[in-house]
Protein backbone atom coordinates (compact mmCIF):
# COMPACT_ATOMS: atom_id res chain seq x y z
CA UNK A 1 0.00 0.00 0.00
CA UNK A 2 1.69 3.13 -1.13
CA UNK A 3 1.92 6.13 1.26
CA UNK A 4 -0.36 8.56 0.09
CA UNK A 5 -2.98 6.41 0.28
CA UNK A 6 -2.63 5.39 3.65
CA UNK A 7 -2.31 9.41 4.54
CA UNK A 8 -5.51 10.10 2.44
CA UNK A 9 -7.47 7.19 4.33
CA UNK A 10 -6.11 8.91 7.54
CA UNK A 11 -7.21 12.22 7.15
CA UNK A 12 -10.66 11.03 5.97
CA UNK A 13 -10.60 9.35 8.97
CA UNK A 14 -9.95 12.24 11.35
CA UNK A 15 -11.95 14.70 9.39
CA UNK A 16 -15.11 12.46 9.84
CA UNK A 17 -13.65 11.53 13.50
CA UNK A 18 -13.90 15.66 13.57
CA UNK A 19 -17.64 15.96 12.36
CA UNK A 20 -18.70 13.63 14.35
CA UNK A 21 -17.54 15.10 17.59
CA UNK A 22 -19.24 18.15 16.87
CA UNK A 23 -22.23 16.72 15.86
CA UNK A 24 -22.41 15.40 19.56
CA UNK A 25 -21.52 18.62 20.83
CA UNK A 26 -24.36 20.53 18.86
CA UNK A 27 -26.72 17.70 20.38
CA UNK A 28 -25.20 17.47 23.46
CA UNK A 29 -25.57 21.42 24.03
CA UNK A 30 -29.21 22.47 25.66
CA UNK A 31 -31.73 25.07 23.18
CA UNK A 32 -31.25 29.00 24.82
CA UNK A 33 -33.73 31.58 24.82
CA UNK A 34 -33.69 33.79 22.18
CA UNK A 35 -36.24 36.81 23.95
CA UNK A 36 -34.06 36.93 27.42
CA UNK A 37 -31.24 38.73 25.51
CA UNK A 38 -33.07 41.80 26.46
CA UNK A 39 -34.40 41.77 29.78
CA UNK A 40 -36.21 45.16 29.05
CA UNK A 41 -38.15 44.30 26.11
CA UNK A 42 -41.62 45.62 26.32
CA UNK A 43 -44.25 43.07 26.19
CA UNK A 44 -45.85 43.99 22.72
CA UNK A 45 -42.47 43.32 21.31
CA UNK A 46 -42.01 40.18 23.30
CA UNK A 47 -45.10 39.16 21.82
CA UNK A 48 -44.46 40.03 18.37
CA UNK A 49 -40.67 38.65 18.72
CA UNK A 50 -42.27 34.80 19.82
CA UNK A 51 -45.50 34.77 17.98
CA UNK A 52 -44.06 32.96 15.40
CA UNK A 53 -42.32 30.03 17.38
CA UNK A 54 -44.06 26.63 17.98
CA UNK A 55 -44.92 25.75 21.47
CA UNK A 56 -41.64 23.26 21.74
CA UNK A 57 -39.20 26.68 20.88
CA UNK A 58 -41.88 28.52 23.34
CA UNK A 59 -41.26 26.44 26.03
CA UNK A 60 -37.41 27.09 25.72
CA UNK A 61 -38.64 31.12 25.66
CA UNK A 62 -40.65 30.08 29.29
CA UNK A 63 -37.25 28.71 30.80
CA UNK A 64 -35.42 31.59 29.96
CA UNK A 65 -37.66 33.69 31.46
CA UNK A 66 -38.91 31.72 34.36
CA UNK A 67 -34.80 31.76 35.47
CA UNK A 68 -34.64 35.63 34.92
CA UNK A 69 -38.22 35.90 37.36
CA UNK A 70 -36.23 33.43 39.69
CA UNK A 71 -33.47 35.51 39.82
CA UNK A 72 -35.61 38.64 40.58
CA UNK A 73 -37.28 36.76 43.31
CA UNK A 74 -34.05 35.83 44.94
CA UNK A 75 -33.06 39.50 44.64
CA UNK A 76 -36.60 40.60 46.57
CA UNK A 77 -35.54 38.16 49.33
CA UNK A 78 -32.63 38.97 49.83
CA UNK A 79 -33.45 43.29 50.10
CA UNK A 80 -36.43 41.45 52.59
CA UNK A 81 -33.93 39.68 55.24
CA UNK A 82 -31.46 42.85 54.78
CA UNK A 83 -34.37 45.22 56.07
CA UNK A 84 -35.39 42.37 58.31
CA UNK A 85 -31.64 42.32 60.05
CA UNK A 86 -31.76 46.32 60.02
CA UNK A 87 -34.85 46.52 61.93
CA UNK A 88 -33.52 43.74 64.57
CA UNK A 89 -30.30 46.52 64.64
CA UNK A 90 -32.72 48.78 65.36
CA UNK A 91 -34.87 47.26 68.12
CA UNK A 92 -31.27 46.04 69.56
CA UNK A 93 -30.47 50.01 69.62
CA UNK A 94 -33.60 51.20 71.28
CA UNK A 95 -33.23 48.39 74.15
CA UNK A 96 -29.72 49.83 75.07
CA UNK A 97 -31.57 53.09 75.71
CA UNK A 98 -32.76 52.69 79.67
CA UNK A 99 -32.89 54.30 82.51
CA UNK A 100 -29.35 54.05 83.43
CA UNK A 101 -27.81 55.08 80.26
CA UNK A 102 -26.43 58.81 80.13
CA UNK A 103 -27.20 61.60 78.38
CA UNK A 104 -23.90 60.98 76.21
CA UNK A 105 -24.74 57.71 75.82
CA UNK A 106 -28.46 58.68 74.72
CA UNK A 107 -27.16 60.90 71.85
CA UNK A 108 -24.44 58.24 70.67
CA UNK A 109 -27.65 55.73 70.39
CA UNK A 110 -30.14 58.02 68.44
CA UNK A 111 -27.13 59.17 66.13
CA UNK A 112 -26.89 55.50 65.13
CA UNK A 113 -30.42 54.59 65.45
CA UNK A 114 -30.82 57.80 62.44
CA UNK A 115 -28.07 55.98 60.40
CA UNK A 116 -29.98 52.61 60.42
CA UNK A 117 -33.14 54.14 59.54
CA UNK A 118 -31.46 55.92 56.74
CA UNK A 119 -29.56 53.01 55.32
CA UNK A 120 -33.15 51.06 56.11
CA UNK A 121 -35.25 53.60 53.52
CA UNK A 122 -32.23 53.08 50.83
CA UNK A 123 -33.23 49.33 51.11
CA UNK A 124 -37.04 50.08 51.10
CA UNK A 125 -36.43 51.93 47.83
CA UNK A 126 -33.65 49.31 46.43
CA UNK A 127 -36.59 46.94 47.41
CA UNK A 128 -39.60 48.77 45.57
CA UNK A 129 -37.39 48.75 42.44
CA UNK A 130 -36.79 44.72 42.88
CA UNK A 131 -40.61 44.29 42.88
CA UNK A 132 -40.87 46.23 40.15
CA UNK A 133 -38.33 44.40 37.77
CA UNK A 134 -39.96 41.04 39.43
CA UNK A 135 -43.15 42.54 37.99
CA UNK A 136 -41.90 43.18 34.67
CA UNK A 137 -40.09 39.14 34.65
CA UNK A 138 -43.45 38.06 35.59
CA UNK A 139 -45.05 39.95 32.82
CA UNK A 140 -42.51 38.52 30.29
CA UNK A 141 -43.05 35.27 30.91
CA UNK A 142 -46.93 35.60 31.26
CA UNK A 143 -46.73 36.57 27.67
CA UNK A 144 -45.04 33.60 26.51
CA UNK A 145 -47.44 31.25 28.51
CA UNK A 146 -50.16 33.01 26.44
CA UNK A 147 -48.02 32.43 23.53
CA UNK A 148 -48.03 28.49 24.23
CA UNK A 149 -51.89 28.19 25.35
CA UNK A 150 -52.57 29.68 21.90
CA UNK A 151 -50.50 27.02 20.23
CA UNK A 152 -51.51 24.14 22.59
CA UNK A 153 -54.92 25.09 23.70
CA UNK A 154 -56.51 24.85 27.36
CA UNK A 155 -58.87 21.98 28.32
CA UNK A 156 -62.65 21.95 28.30
CA UNK A 157 -63.31 23.84 31.37
CA UNK A 158 -60.74 26.77 29.69
CA UNK A 159 -57.37 25.77 32.32
CA UNK A 160 -54.76 25.24 31.41
CA UNK A 161 -52.71 22.12 30.74
CA UNK A 162 -50.29 20.38 32.86
CA UNK A 163 -47.43 21.23 30.89
CA UNK A 164 -47.92 24.77 31.44
CA UNK A 165 -49.75 24.77 34.83
CA UNK A 166 -45.86 24.83 36.73
CA UNK A 167 -44.98 27.89 35.12
CA UNK A 168 -48.56 29.85 36.31
CA UNK A 169 -48.02 28.33 40.01
CA UNK A 170 -44.48 29.44 40.40
CA UNK A 171 -45.67 32.63 38.75
CA UNK A 172 -48.84 32.45 41.38
CA UNK A 173 -46.71 31.77 44.27
CA UNK A 174 -44.19 34.78 44.10
CA UNK A 175 -45.88 37.09 42.52
CA UNK A 176 -47.79 40.15 44.48
CA UNK A 177 -46.96 42.40 47.96
CA UNK A 178 -46.46 40.64 50.69
CA UNK A 179 -46.41 43.46 53.61
CA UNK A 180 -45.17 43.38 56.55
CA UNK A 181 -47.83 44.51 58.80
CA UNK A 182 -45.64 44.84 62.57
CA UNK A 183 -43.46 47.49 60.07
CA UNK A 184 -45.60 50.82 59.37
CA UNK A 185 -43.01 52.35 57.63
CA UNK A 186 -41.87 49.21 55.34
CA UNK A 187 -45.35 48.52 54.44
CA UNK A 188 -46.65 52.23 53.47
CA UNK A 189 -43.20 52.47 51.02
CA UNK A 190 -44.24 49.16 49.32
CA UNK A 191 -47.69 49.96 48.53
CA UNK A 192 -47.10 53.67 47.78
CA UNK A 193 -43.59 52.06 45.10
CA UNK A 194 -46.21 49.76 44.03
CA UNK A 195 -48.64 52.71 43.17
CA UNK A 196 -46.15 54.84 41.39
CA UNK A 197 -44.64 52.04 39.07
CA UNK A 198 -45.30 51.40 36.02
CA UNK A 199 -45.62 48.20 36.50
CA UNK A 200 -47.74 48.45 39.28
CA UNK A 201 -50.52 50.91 40.25
CA UNK A 202 -49.60 53.12 37.73
CA UNK A 203 -50.41 50.32 34.97
CA UNK A 204 -53.21 49.28 36.63
CA UNK A 205 -54.77 52.49 36.42
CA UNK A 206 -54.28 53.15 32.67
CA UNK A 207 -55.76 49.47 32.09
CA UNK A 208 -58.84 50.80 34.22
CA UNK A 209 -58.85 53.73 32.22
CA UNK A 210 -58.70 51.99 29.16
CA UNK A 211 -61.38 49.53 29.98
CA UNK A 212 -63.94 52.34 31.27
CA UNK A 213 -63.01 54.06 27.59
CA UNK A 214 -64.02 51.47 25.83
CA UNK A 215 -66.78 50.16 27.49
CA UNK A 216 -68.24 53.62 27.08
CA UNK A 217 -66.94 53.65 22.98
CA UNK A 218 -68.76 50.43 22.61
CA UNK A 219 -72.25 51.64 24.10
CA UNK A 220 -71.97 54.51 21.89
CA UNK A 221 -71.26 52.74 19.02
CA UNK A 222 -73.52 49.83 19.26
CA UNK A 223 -76.62 52.71 20.62
CA UNK A 224 -75.48 53.98 17.05
CA UNK A 225 -75.32 50.78 14.91
CA UNK A 226 -79.07 49.71 16.70
CA UNK A 227 -80.48 53.08 15.27
CA UNK A 228 -78.76 53.22 12.32
CA UNK A 229 -79.81 49.17 11.43
CA UNK A 230 -83.24 50.16 12.63
CA UNK A 231 -83.50 53.24 10.08
CA UNK A 232 -82.21 51.16 7.24
CA UNK A 233 -84.62 47.78 7.63
CA UNK A 234 -87.74 50.59 8.06
CA UNK A 235 -87.25 51.37 4.96
CA UNK A 236 -88.43 47.93 3.83
CA UNK A 237 -92.25 47.92 4.44
CA UNK A 238 -91.97 44.13 4.35
CA UNK A 239 -90.15 43.62 7.32
CA UNK A 240 -92.65 43.74 10.79
CA UNK A 241 -91.65 45.90 13.16
CA UNK A 242 -90.98 42.68 15.67
CA UNK A 243 -87.90 41.52 13.00
CA UNK A 244 -86.19 45.36 13.18
CA UNK A 245 -86.61 45.48 16.84
CA UNK A 246 -84.71 41.36 16.88
CA UNK A 247 -82.05 42.52 14.19
CA UNK A 248 -80.98 46.02 16.16
CA UNK A 249 -80.91 44.43 19.25
CA UNK A 250 -79.15 41.82 18.33
CA UNK A 251 -76.49 44.32 16.72
CA UNK A 252 -76.88 46.58 19.70
CA UNK A 253 -75.54 43.37 22.25
CA UNK A 254 -72.79 41.85 19.67
CA UNK A 255 -71.32 45.40 19.21
CA UNK A 256 -71.07 45.52 23.29
CA UNK A 257 -70.24 41.83 23.23
CA UNK A 258 -67.34 42.77 21.57
CA UNK A 259 -66.44 45.72 23.05
CA UNK A 260 -66.44 43.99 26.52
CA UNK A 261 -63.93 41.30 25.34
CA UNK A 262 -61.59 44.08 23.93
CA UNK A 263 -61.90 45.96 27.21
CA UNK A 264 -61.25 42.93 29.60
CA UNK A 265 -57.90 42.40 27.08
CA UNK A 266 -57.28 45.65 28.07
CA UNK A 267 -57.14 44.78 31.83
CA UNK A 268 -54.61 41.82 30.71
CA UNK A 269 -57.22 39.25 31.52
CA UNK A 270 -56.64 36.40 29.12
CA UNK A 271 -60.29 36.03 26.97
CA UNK A 272 -59.44 32.43 25.37
CA UNK A 273 -60.05 30.37 28.57
CA UNK A 274 -63.66 32.42 29.16
CA UNK A 275 -64.45 32.02 25.16
CA UNK A 276 -63.49 27.74 25.46
CA UNK A 277 -65.56 27.66 28.72
CA UNK A 278 -68.36 29.47 27.21
CA UNK A 279 -68.51 27.48 23.99
CA UNK A 280 -68.11 24.20 26.95
CA UNK A 281 -71.23 25.26 28.69
CA UNK A 282 -73.20 25.72 25.57
CA UNK A 283 -73.92 22.30 25.07
CA UNK A 284 -74.81 21.95 29.08
CA UNK A 285 -77.06 25.14 28.80
CA UNK A 286 -78.40 23.78 25.65
CA UNK A 287 -79.79 20.31 27.69
CA UNK A 288 -80.57 22.31 30.37
CA UNK A 289 -83.07 24.88 28.38
CA UNK A 290 -84.52 22.46 25.49
CA UNK A 291 -87.91 24.15 26.30
CA UNK A 292 -86.35 27.54 26.29
CA UNK A 293 -84.65 26.63 23.26
CA UNK A 294 -88.31 25.65 21.22
CA UNK A 295 -89.49 29.00 22.47
CA UNK A 296 -86.69 30.76 20.73
CA UNK A 297 -86.97 28.71 17.77
CA UNK A 298 -90.78 29.67 17.82
CA UNK A 299 -89.54 33.41 18.14
CA UNK A 300 -87.74 33.11 15.18
CA UNK A 301 -90.06 31.95 13.14
CA UNK A 302 -92.65 34.66 14.31
CA UNK A 303 -90.62 37.08 13.61
CA UNK A 304 -89.96 35.84 10.12
CA UNK A 305 -93.76 34.95 9.22
CA UNK A 306 -94.97 37.99 10.69
CA UNK A 307 -98.87 36.44 11.89
CA UNK A 308 -98.66 39.65 13.96
CA UNK A 309 -96.65 43.07 14.79
CA UNK A 310 -96.33 45.69 17.74
CA UNK A 311 -99.66 47.26 18.18
CA UNK A 312 -101.97 44.41 16.89
CA UNK A 313 -105.07 42.85 18.43
CA UNK A 314 -104.64 39.30 18.83
CA UNK A 315 -106.63 36.08 19.94
CA UNK A 316 -103.22 33.27 20.94
CA UNK A 317 -103.26 30.80 23.43
CA UNK A 318 -106.81 31.86 24.75
CA UNK A 319 -105.57 35.45 25.08
CA UNK A 320 -106.91 38.25 23.50
CA UNK A 321 -105.48 41.72 23.86
CA UNK A 322 -102.70 44.05 22.15
CA UNK A 323 -98.89 42.80 21.53
CA UNK A 324 -97.15 45.18 23.65
CA UNK A 325 -93.77 43.71 23.12
CA UNK A 326 -92.15 40.34 21.77
CA UNK A 327 -88.95 38.63 23.08
CA UNK A 328 -87.36 35.40 21.45
CA UNK A 329 -88.88 33.55 24.39
CA UNK A 330 -92.44 35.29 25.27
CA UNK A 331 -94.86 38.10 23.59
CA UNK A 332 -96.00 40.32 26.08
CA UNK A 333 -100.13 40.95 25.77
CA UNK A 334 -102.22 43.79 27.20
CA UNK A 335 -105.98 42.45 27.51
CA UNK A 336 -108.96 44.91 27.03
CA UNK A 337 -108.90 45.20 31.02
CA UNK A 338 -104.78 46.37 31.17
CA UNK A 339 -103.46 42.63 32.63
CA UNK A 340 -100.45 41.99 30.87
CA UNK A 341 -100.40 38.40 29.90
CA UNK A 342 -96.71 37.09 29.15
CA UNK A 343 -97.64 33.97 26.76
CA UNK A 344 -94.45 31.44 25.56
CA UNK A 345 -93.91 31.78 22.03
CA UNK A 346 -93.89 27.97 21.37
CA UNK A 347 -97.22 28.28 22.50
CA UNK A 348 -98.81 30.44 19.82
CA UNK A 349 -96.30 29.40 16.98
CA UNK A 350 -97.94 26.31 17.92
CA UNK A 351 -101.76 26.74 18.08
CA UNK A 352 -104.00 29.07 15.96
CA UNK A 353 -103.13 32.46 15.46
CA UNK A 354 -105.82 35.28 14.93
CA UNK A 355 -104.92 38.66 14.16
CA UNK A 356 -108.19 40.91 14.64
CA UNK A 357 -106.17 44.27 13.51
CA UNK A 358 -104.90 42.56 10.54
CA UNK A 359 -106.89 44.21 8.19
CA UNK A 360 -107.40 47.84 7.52
CA UNK A 361 -111.05 47.51 7.53
CA UNK A 362 -113.86 44.78 10.08
CA UNK A 363 -117.26 43.43 8.64
CA UNK A 364 -119.17 44.13 12.04
CA UNK A 365 -121.53 40.94 12.45
CA UNK A 366 -125.05 41.84 14.29
CA UNK A 367 -128.32 39.42 14.50
CA UNK A 368 -131.80 41.16 15.18
CA UNK A 369 -134.85 39.36 15.85
CA UNK A 370 -138.35 40.66 15.49
CA UNK A 371 -142.04 39.13 15.89
CA UNK A 372 -143.76 37.07 13.34
CA UNK A 373 -146.55 39.61 13.29
CA UNK A 374 -144.37 42.49 13.10
CA UNK A 375 -143.95 43.54 8.97
CA UNK A 376 -140.21 42.20 7.73
CA UNK A 377 -139.93 45.35 5.40
CA UNK A 378 -140.43 48.12 7.86
CA UNK A 379 -137.55 46.29 10.00
CA UNK A 380 -135.23 45.79 6.97
CA UNK A 381 -135.85 49.72 6.25
CA UNK A 382 -135.27 50.83 10.13
CA UNK A 383 -132.16 49.12 9.80
CA UNK A 384 -130.99 50.53 6.44
CA UNK A 385 -131.87 53.91 8.11
CA UNK A 386 -129.83 53.59 11.03
CA UNK A 387 -126.84 52.18 9.15
CA UNK A 388 -126.92 54.98 6.64
CA UNK A 389 -126.77 57.74 8.97
CA UNK A 390 -124.32 56.42 11.36
CA UNK A 391 -121.12 58.30 10.24
CA UNK A 392 -118.79 55.27 11.31
CA UNK A 393 -120.01 52.97 8.85
CA UNK A 394 -118.66 52.90 5.49
CA UNK A 395 -120.56 53.11 2.06
CA UNK A 396 -118.20 50.52 0.56
CA UNK A 397 -118.62 47.99 0.94
CA UNK A 398 -121.88 47.83 1.54
CA UNK A 399 -123.78 46.79 4.22
CA UNK A 400 -126.13 43.70 4.13
CA UNK A 401 -129.55 43.46 5.80
CA UNK A 402 -130.66 39.99 5.32
CA UNK A 403 -133.92 37.62 6.89
CA UNK A 404 -131.17 35.42 8.13
CA UNK A 405 -133.54 32.80 10.21
CA UNK A 406 -136.77 31.46 11.37
CA UNK A 407 -135.99 31.12 14.69
CA UNK A 408 -138.44 29.33 17.75
CA UNK A 409 -139.41 32.77 18.71
CA UNK A 410 -138.24 35.33 16.47
CA UNK A 411 -137.47 36.68 12.65
CA UNK A 412 -133.70 36.97 13.00
CA UNK A 413 -132.19 39.41 10.65
CA UNK A 414 -128.43 39.68 10.00
CA UNK A 415 -126.95 43.43 10.50
CA UNK A 416 -123.94 43.32 8.62
CA UNK A 417 -121.72 46.74 8.16
CA UNK A 418 -118.05 47.42 7.35
CA UNK A 419 -115.94 49.65 9.77
CA UNK A 420 -112.40 50.51 9.82
CA UNK A 421 -110.76 48.07 12.28
CA UNK A 422 -110.41 50.94 15.21
CA UNK A 423 -114.45 51.74 15.43
CA UNK A 424 -115.58 47.92 15.60
CA UNK A 425 -116.85 48.22 19.16
CA UNK A 426 -118.27 51.81 18.70
CA UNK A 427 -120.19 50.99 15.56
CA UNK A 428 -121.56 47.65 17.18
CA UNK A 429 -122.86 49.21 20.59
CA UNK A 430 -124.34 52.49 19.10
CA UNK A 431 -125.91 50.51 15.80
CA UNK A 432 -127.44 48.42 18.92
CA UNK A 433 -128.65 50.82 20.84
CA UNK A 434 -129.71 52.67 17.58
CA UNK A 435 -131.98 49.52 16.50
CA UNK A 436 -133.67 49.22 19.64
CA UNK A 437 -134.78 52.44 20.37
CA UNK A 438 -136.42 52.78 16.63
CA UNK A 439 -137.89 49.55 16.94
CA UNK A 440 -139.72 50.97 20.11
CA UNK A 441 -140.34 53.89 17.64
CA UNK A 442 -141.78 52.03 15.17
CA UNK A 443 -143.98 49.25 17.16
CA UNK A 444 -141.58 46.65 15.88
CA UNK A 445 -141.28 43.98 18.63
CA UNK A 446 -138.09 42.14 20.01
CA UNK A 447 -139.55 39.30 21.03
CA UNK A 448 -137.70 37.24 24.28
CA UNK A 449 -138.17 33.05 24.05
CA UNK A 450 -141.75 31.93 24.97
CA UNK A 451 -143.75 28.91 25.31
CA UNK A 452 -147.37 28.23 24.19
CA UNK A 453 -148.93 25.50 26.71
CA UNK A 454 -152.02 23.79 25.79
CA UNK A 455 -154.45 22.47 28.25
CA UNK A 456 -156.83 19.47 26.89
CA UNK A 457 -160.51 20.19 29.34
CA UNK A 458 -161.46 16.41 28.33
CA UNK A 459 -158.80 15.12 30.45
CA UNK A 460 -159.51 16.45 33.53
Known amino acids: MSFNKIMTGFLLTLAFLSTTVIYAEEALKEPVALSTENADISSKQLNLMINHLTSDELFVEADGWLKYLKEAVRK ?15 DALKALDTNETTAEEKEDIQQKVNKAKEEKSILLEKETKLIEKRQLMVNRL ?27 RYINSVSGIALEVTDAES ?4 IYGWVMSEQGGIHWLINLVKFIVIILVAFFVSNLFRKGVKRALELSHSNSKLLNDFIANIIHKLVMLVGL ?67 LVSTSIVTADNRLMVVP ?70 CRPWVKTADYWTVYWEVTRAVKERFDENKISIPYPQMDIHLDPAKD
Do not use: C
Open 261 to 327: LVALAALDINVGPIMAMVGAAGFVVAFALQGTLSNFASGIMIMLYRPYDIGDVVDVAGSIGTVQSMT
Open 187 to 190: AWTI
Open 76 to 90: VNQSKLSIQEKNAEI
Open 142 to 168: DTVLENINDKIGVDIKGNELDKVLPYR
Open 345 to 414: NNSIWGNIITNVTHSPTRRVDMTFGIGYDDDIEQAQKVMEEVLAEHPLVLKDPEPTIKVHELADSSVNFI
